[in-house]
Structures are given as structure tokens and as C-alpha cells.
């Protein structure tokens, strides 16, 4: 989710009980990388595996972030005009896209790609905005700065409303789905969700906050329609770990050998996307594909490059 300055959306937890988060889920892992790119990540994917990210064309950071829409093998760069900087954070199955574009000043804002044509999206009074998700109605999620705090949003039909966790110092929403369920993250103490994060779901009205055992630090990232919830926590040693909140269970989802795994989105076909570090001396970082195998659980195969070797991105959640 994440990518957002103004917010710092660090890793996401889900659990319930105590322990440490669980092997689940067997998948099978393709690296994403753009053509070229320094860095790649891959922030979200629609049912029928199209997918957006953000690179960096020449620097191990996101100094110099452009989005892209991945489709059947073939890039498509994703650029607001006149803007600084871009990240696509959200697709659905019409191939809508969600982001962020950062202005000439520094500033954020939101955006809408629809028909091959922008439209920025601020909320009303903000400072900055960012849009993170939308689903298949056209419904879009995101945050905003009011200058004093950060507040969850979401926009349907054109009308603004804000959404934050009940008592939080900030919050916003990460993710939605198409019944209308959401997740997204808030902190008790810092205003602008930089440190003390805990994830949450908004179902049925309900808010229920989710945190992995032992997390330092959680954000929940995706939900699809099965309601199936991904993201990523901070552990104990300060590494960041994918997780998967399926059936009650939150289970620990990391791209093979890597030094460190981000999950983001889950699409209905409940494949994972989301970016991995390299643990050799490059530290580089690498977008990812995590299609759920059938077997016992535990990761049991992956592989790094099937046949063309995916190029795609991401900034930081």
C-alpha cells in the first residue's frame, strides 16, 4: 500500500491467539521486474491478473518513481502529466487504475486513469491525498493529510467520506473489496501513522483491529471477495514478512531466500503480489507473484524466473 511520504505505511499483521504467525498456504513465486529497472515492485492485481507497480528507471529508491500497468506480459508506463513522480497503487477488472502523483512542489495527490485519461482526486481541504485502491463498482480508498493528522477515506459516486479506526491518532483505509469491505492500518499515538501501527478490517460495519504475534508494527494490505486478508509485519530482529489472514489463521507468506517480503494485494483467484529484497550484498529489491499451489502447508516451490522473467514495481506502503 505502500509509495505515500506523508504516511508511513510500514508492515501489515493479521492474528489472533498467541505464538508466532504460521506456515499456510503453498505458493508458487515468479520475481516481477521492470526492464532495466534499479528497483521494481508490484502493488496490486485484478481478477484477471493484470498488474500495477511502481520502478525506479536508474536508483535503488524512490527518488524517481514511475508506475506501470502490467498485461499479459507487455509494460505500459503509468505517468501524470507534469508530475514529478507517479505510483500506481490500484487496479480493477476494467483496468482502472488508482494512485499517487507527486507534484512540482513535493506535494501528493491522488489520481484516476480511466480510459486512457487522468483525473486528480484531493480530498476536500487536504494537504495531500493519496488513492490506494479501488474496487470493480469504482469505489476508491485511500488517506489524507488534514496538516494535523492522517485520515482514511473513501470515495463513491463522486461523494467524499472520511473513515478512520475508532480513537486512532491517524489511520486510512488500504484496501476494499467488492462487497464493500475494507482494511488499513492506524496507530493510537502518532498522528501521522509513522511508528506503533496496527492493522484493521472494517466488516459489516464492524472495525476489528489485526495484528501477527509478536509484530512490532502491522498493516493490513488487501481483501477480495472472499473477504481473505494480506499484508506484512515488522518481527522482533526488524524484518518485514508477508502474511495471509485465511479462515482466522494469520500465516507467514516470504518470497523464497529473500532478506525480507511485502505482501500487498490478494485478487480473487487469491494470488499475492508485493515485493522481496535480495539477501546477497545487492540488497535489490524485486516485485513478486505468489499463485496458491494445492499440498501441505509450507512453501514447497518457487521459482524466480518462468520463461519470460516478469519486469514490474512499487513504492513504500
Request: proline share 4%; charged share 15%.
Amino acid at each position: 500500500m505502500r509509495r505515500i511520504q506523508f504516511v508511513r505505511l510500514l508492515a501489515v499483521a493479521l492474528a489472533l491467539g498467541v505464538g508466532s504467525p504460521t506456515w499456510g498456504q503453498t505458493y508458487s513465486f515468479r520475481s516481477v521486474d521492470m526492464p532495466g529497472a534499479a528497483i521494481t515492485d508490484v502493488n496490486a492485481n485484478n481478477s484477471a491478473g493484470a498488474m500495477v507497480g511502481v520502478y525506479n528507471p536508474t536508483d535503488l529508491d524512490y527518488t524517481n518513481p514511475t508506475g506501470y500497468l502490467l498485461v499479459g506480459g507487455s509494460f505500459r508506463t503509468i505517468h501524470f502529466p507534469g508530475s514529478t513522480g507517479t505510483y500506481a497503487d490500484g487496479i480493477n477488472k476494467s483496468r482502472e487504475i488508482v494512485g499517487v502523483y507527486v507534484d512540482t512542489s513535493g506535494k501528493e495527490h491522488g489520481f484516476l486513469w480511466k480510459g486512457g485519461k487522468y483525473s486528480a482526486i484531493d480530498f476536500p481541504g487536504a494537504i495531500q491525498t493519496a488513492a490506494l485502491m479501488l474496487n470493480d463498482a469504482g469505489t476508491i480508498v485511500g488517506a489524507y493529510d488534514d496538516g494535523a493528522r492522517t485520515h482514511g477515506f473513501i470515495l463513491q459516486a463522486g461523494n467524499y467520506t472520511t473513515s478512520d479506526f475508532p480513537g486512532a491518532a491517524g489511520s486510512f483505509v488500504n484496501s476494499i473489496n467488492n462487497l464493500g469491505e475494507s482494511v488499513g492500518e492506524y496507530s493510537l499515538t502518532e498522528p501521522h501513522v509513522g511508528n506503533n501501527i496496527q492493522g484493521y478490517s472494517l466488516l459489516n460495519g464492524t472495525f476489528t483491529t489485526i495484528n501477527c504475534p509478536g509484530a512490532l508494527d502491522t498493516e493490513a494490505g488487501g481483501i477480495n471477495s472472499s473477504g481473505q486478508i494480506v499484508g506484512d509485519y515488522l518481527d522482533g530482529s526488524f524484518v518485514f514478512h508477508g502474511f495471509t489472514f485465511i479462515g482466522g489463521n494469520c500465516a507467514t507468506v516470504d518470497f523464497p531466500g529473500a532478506a525480507s517480503t511485502r505482501a500487498y494485494t490478494i485478487n480473487d483467484s487469491n494470488q499475492v503480489v508485493g515485493f522481496y529484497t535480495s539477501a546477497d550484498s545487492s540488497m535489490d529489491a524485486h516485485g513478486f507473484l505468489a499463485t496458491p499451489l494445492a499440498g501441505p502447508n509450507g512453501v514447497i516451490s518457487h521459482s524466480l524466473q518462468v520463461g519470460p522473467k516478469l519486469k514490474g514495481i512499487r513504492s513504500t506502503r
